[in-house]
């Protein structure tokens, strides 16, 4: 039996196997990823979610060599937004009909604990009824730093303070040789894991996630995948739950210190990963397409590269859309039902655990004026 026959039986592959299936034929590929997506998922649905990205801050002290976003407090247009103004933020988000916010910013030093309990208890009180998955193992391990304290015991201050998840950000390729050479200061693999699982113990909602083009070898990134698939299988023998989804992008070196030093991906070789990711991690039922770094289009074709959910709105994208140069910031509910439809799959709103919320009123939503407001409560 050849391995691709044995990853559509749902059989676990090794390191080996799947380093074996970057040199099969895409279409190949691509074939086998669909069918276990049509089996493991519903297969008439893509998935999407309204929510909104929020940077609370952009001062940090890591440095990463793959990031244009973050500044030094020094700097003229470093800045830490108010309560004020991310509440305003969230109220954008309602007026579409959002009730959840991904925030997450630099490891800013300026900021004492307190701050973030603060943050998190006034979000609550003023908007009770919105999910708050925020601070990355990234901002968690600054926080450790910072306080003297373990990931655990912050985690648990911060759910009591409103803390809802953690996003699986700083992710990157989870294999310390690479990540030392893109950001010598960066979370290294352990710690990553070691915050993650501190957070799913907790029962606070996780993501899994990747980034390629480092230039990291096909050994490295099924490391990387078996490591995802591993903390899968002991968050969900020892807590019952882990991460609700995989979501997967390339890295964007337009306006990096990376730039030139790093090869990036290509579309083709985000859709070979997308489909190896979907054969490889057998105990994560949910993957995410990209069009935040690969655009519409790529996104709709990763829907038969094993993808079953188009990612979120998102409203402002800030951190891969100022690497990569462009203005892909948000999507609008249009255009995400409008390219699942013309896929051929039936839209669906989605929660952050992938449970479906409502159908979405194609025809209508599709026939809104383009100069009229798209985002816009479902029906």
């Known amino acids: 039996m050849d391995v691709l026959e044995r990853a559509v039986n749902g059989e676990t592959l090794n390191q080996a196997e799947i380093v074996s299936l970057y040199s099969l034929p895409l279409p190949e590929l691509a074939a086998a990823a669909h069918e276990i997506r049509l089996r493991r998922t519903r297969p008439d649905i893509v998935t999407f979610l309204i929510d909104r990205n929020i940077n609370y801050t952009n001062i940090c002290t890591v440095a990463c060599n793959f990031c244009a976003f973050y500044r030094t407090r020094r700097q003229a247009d470093a800045y830490t937004l108010s309560y004020e103004e991310i509440g305003r933020k969230v109220e954008e988000l309602m007026e579409i009909g959002g009730r ?16 973030y309990l603060d943050l998190l208890r006034y979000l609550k009180t003023h908007y009770p009824e919105v999910r708050i998955d925020a601070f990355s193992p990234e901002e968690i391990y600054g926080l450790e730093e910072l306080t003297g304290r373990d990931a655990l015991d912050l985690l648990a201050d911060l759910k009591e303070a409103g803390l809802d998840g953690l996003p699986g950000a700083g992710g990157e390729i989870l294999v310390d040789e690479v990540r030392a050479k893109a950001a010598p200061a960066r979370i290294r693999t352990q710690d990553w894991f070691r915050i993650l699982d501190a957070a799913q113990r907790l029962g606070l909602y996780t993501i899994a996630t990747m980034v ?60 070979r990963n997308l489909a190896v990711s979907r054969l490889a991690l057998t105990n994560i039922p949910n993957l995410q397409a990209s069009w935040p770094s690969m655009g519409f289009k790529v996104a709709q074709a ?7 959910d188009f990612g979120s709105t998102m409203l402002e994208e800030n951190v891969v859309s100022v690497a990569a140069g462009h203005n892909r910031t948000h999507a609008t509910v249009k255009q995400i039902v409008r390219h699942i439809a013309d896929a051929g799959f039936t839209p669906a709103e989605r929660d952050p655990f992938y449970n479906i919320k409502n159908y979405p009123d194609v025809a209508k939503i599709l026939a809104e004026q383009d100069e009229e407001p798209a985002l816009l409560p479902l029906a």
């Open 302 to 308: 990763a829907l038969f590269y094993g993808a079953n």
């Open 100 to 115: 959840r916010i991904l925030m997450q910013g630099g490891v800013n030093p300026g900021l004492p604990f307190e701050w």
């Open 212 to 271: 390629i083009g480092f230039g990291e070898s096909f050994e490295q990134r099924a490391e990387h995948l078996i490591g995802l698939r591993d903390q899968q299988a002991r968050a969900l023998e020892q807590y019952g739950h882990g991460f609700a989804g995989f979501a997967m992008w390339t890295l964007q070196t337009e306006h990096t210190r990376l730039k030139g030093k790093a090869p990036g991906a290509t579309a083709s070789e985000y859709l």
